[in-house]
T-cell receptor, first 114, second 113 residues
Framework: EPEVTQTPSHQVTQMGQEVILRCVPI?????FYWYRQILGQKVEFLVS????????KSEIFDDQFSVERPDGSNFTLKIRSTKLEDSAMYFC????????????FGPGTRLTVL | AQSVTQLGSHVSVSEGALVLLRCNYS??????LFWYVQYPNQGLQLLLK??????LVKGINGFEAEFKKSETSFHLTKPSAHMSDAAEYFC???????????FGAGTRLAVHP
């Protein structure tokens, strides 16, 4: 069964460092998403991506964040200069058609900023 | 603005007992509603969804949920809990033309023998 994969499963970094979180969406999907969950809080939408551009982003997704689909399979989230408050679980998701269609989630990357 | 409220961050039931996880939403337009489950160290898996049509929707693993517009609710139920149902459950909504899921805070379900 096709699934969304994410690497690494856990990333530890120093404050101010750049991190890149990687995702491989399901191969025939066209819509891609990043969400995050700070420990003990809700899962929050960060950004959606379609047709090689951002279709929507939240207030959280400021200039420190960027997304890219560098090739036909990967979808990445970059945080340019990490802050302590960026520590969270980051989930990648993909869907075939967007809208109300099911979003398939990866297992997440736990980011710890020291 | 859309929002989702899940009553009860922790619910504990005995094996074989009814499971009821509560979800209320706020939306100015007809919502699409989802329940996701998260097992330890795994991603979010779709249990069921409501878009249009029949208000009682059935999902995987014996779960079902009923959309009640008058109560703005989408509670998740299962007649008989199993030990393997222990997980965290998230209610979520999509409204309007947006793709983004708005999640509730989650309910951790514990099932004891």
């Amino acid at each position: 069964e096709p699934e969304v994969t994410q690497t690494p499963s856990h990333q530890v970094t120093q404050m101010g460092q750049e991190v890149i979180l990687r995702c491989v969406p399901i191969s025939n999907h066209l819509y891609f998403y990043w969400y995050r969950q700070i420990l003990g809080q809700k899962v929050e939408f960060l950004v959606s991506f379609y047709n090689n551009e951002i279709s929507e982003k939240s207030e959280i997704f400021d200039d420190q964040f960027s997304v890219e689909r560098p090739d036909g399979s990967n979808f990445t989230l970059k945080i340019r200069s990490t802050k302590l408050e960026d520590s969270a679980m980051y989930f990648c998701a993909s869907s075939s058609q967007g809208g109300m269609n099911e979003q398939f989630f990866g297992p997440g990357t736990r980011l710890t900023v020291l | 603005a859309q929002s989702v409220t899940q009553l009860g961050s922790h619910v504990s039931v005995s094996e074989g007992a009814l499971v009821l996880l509560r979800c209320n939403y706020s939306s100015s337009v007809p919502p699409y509603l989802f329940w996701y489950v998260q097992y330890p160290n795994q991603g979010l898996q779709l249990l069921l969804k409501y878009t249009t049509g029949a208000t009682l929707v059935k999902g995987i693993n014996g779960f079902e949920a009923e959309f009640k517009k008058s109560e703005t609710s989408f509670h998740l139920t299962k007649p008989s809990a199993h030990m393997s149902d222990a997980a965290e459950y998230f209610c979520a909504v999509i409204t309007g033309g947006y793709n983004k899921l708005i999640f509730g805070a989650g309910t951790r379900l514990a099932v004891h023998p």
